[in-house]
């Protein structure tokens, strides 16, 4: 078992009450996981607990209450639609539908682990492409990775994290010069957050049934992690194949309940963008006044580069109660990433890196 004096970065990937009791603090800011600190919608929270009253009965197993509330979203058909036990299994579920062993998946060095991890559970080979300069995806880079063995293509928009966008127009340059055989998932899990004038959804490309799977989540802004309900948009033929391996009843009804009434909460959606917005601000300022460089964020969180072991980093944060992401994993031995936390949270982390012993 961790004590206070082994303090190490495993710590991240605890829950706060482990990490309480291993620090021996009442009160840890958790800024890891890339949380929303706002917390569930009041009226998500309603229509779960009335739907714990029908624990006794078989959830929908294809969601299409909520399947045809996102498709009138998107813009796209019911059809077009799959719901998924968060985002880490429409990830597995991509990947157990079309790899084999022998296959190849072209995935950027700097982006969210699972991406790997489904790829080589399947014995496919995962290729990695190298960022930009400035950390950002090399489209180019991609499609010069890609080879008759090539099969699937991840791109994290926003990127996880980067917290960077890609050009629309690159994007949809870059789709126009992919081979017939690859198909392009686009993980959009951030994608409430990010700045609409710099940024485009892939679901547009759904649309124009090109070879794109677009991945959501309600994780993040919609606050629902604990519930695990994500969802895949995409052409109707490659959803189609995606239902023959997905397991029956793998969303349960209290989280379909949540994520339906998750959508009709814009105060909710647009008091959580605030927030974010409010407290990547004040750390923009921090970071300015310390002097450390850092990424301009579309997402929850910010990578900073602090030009010291970022484990050193870690462990004084969390001598004071303040838990972030190392990225030593990622050949980034000296940034870290903060998750953006409640206002007393965005503070109390200002406060603790002044007093860094860089």
Do not use: W
Request: proline share 5%; glycine share 6%.
């Amino acid at each position: 078992m961790m004590t206070k004096d082994m303090i190490g970065v495993e710590l991240a990937d605890l829950p706060v009450e482990e990490i309480k009791k291993i620090l021996g603090y009442e009160k840890v800011f958790k800024l890891s996981f890339n949380e929303n600190p706002l917390g569930p919608s009041p009226k998500a929270i309603e229509a779960m607990r009335k739907a714990l009253y029908h624990l006794n009965l078989y959830p929908s197993s294809t969601g299409d209450s909520l399947k045809q509330r996102l498709a009138d979203q998107e813009g796209v058909k019911r059809e077009n639609i799959i719901l998924s036990n968060g985002a880490d299994e429409m990830i597995s579920l991509v990947a157990q539908a079309f790899l084999r062993p022998g296959d190849e998946v072209v995935i950027p060095e700097v982006t969210f682990a699972q991406y790997s991890a489904s790829t080589c559970l399947m014995g496919a080979t995962p290729i990695r492409s190298p960022m930009k300069r400035d950390l950002g995806i090399d489209l180019e880079g991609v499609l010069n990775r890609i080879t008759t063995k090539t099969k699937l293509i991840y791109l994290c928009n926003p990127n996880n994290p980067t917290g960077k966008v890609l050009p629309p127009n690159e994007l949809a340059e870059f789709l126009e010069q992919l081979p017939e055989h690859v198909l392009v998932v686009v993980d959009e899990a951030y994608h409430e957050y990010a700045n609409e004038e710099e940024y485009a959804s892939s679901v547009r490309f759904v649309r124009q049934e090109q070879p794109v799977i677009v991945i959501r989540t309600f994780s993040k802004i919609y606050s629902l992690a604990a519930a695990r309900i994500g969802y895949g948009i995409g052409p109707v033929q490659i959803i189609d194949r995606i239902q023959q391996i997905r397991p029956p009843f793998n969303v349960n009804g209290i989280a379909q309940a949540g994520a339906l009434a998750s959508l009709e909460d814009q105060n909710h959606l647009l008091e959580s963008k605030r927030l974010n917005e409010s407290g990547k601000a004040q750390i923009y300022k921090a970071f300015d006044e310390l002097g450390m460089k850092y990424i301009r964020s579309h997402c929850n969180f910010i990578l900073v580069d602090t030009e010291t072991d970022s484990e050193i980093i870690f462990k004084q944060l969390a001598e004071q109660g303040i838990i972030i992401r190392t990225l030593a994993n990622y050949g980034l031995t000296t940034a870290i990433r903060v998750s953006i936390g409640c206002e007393v949270g965005v503070r109390s982390f200002i406060q603790a890196m002044k007093h860094i012993q860089f």
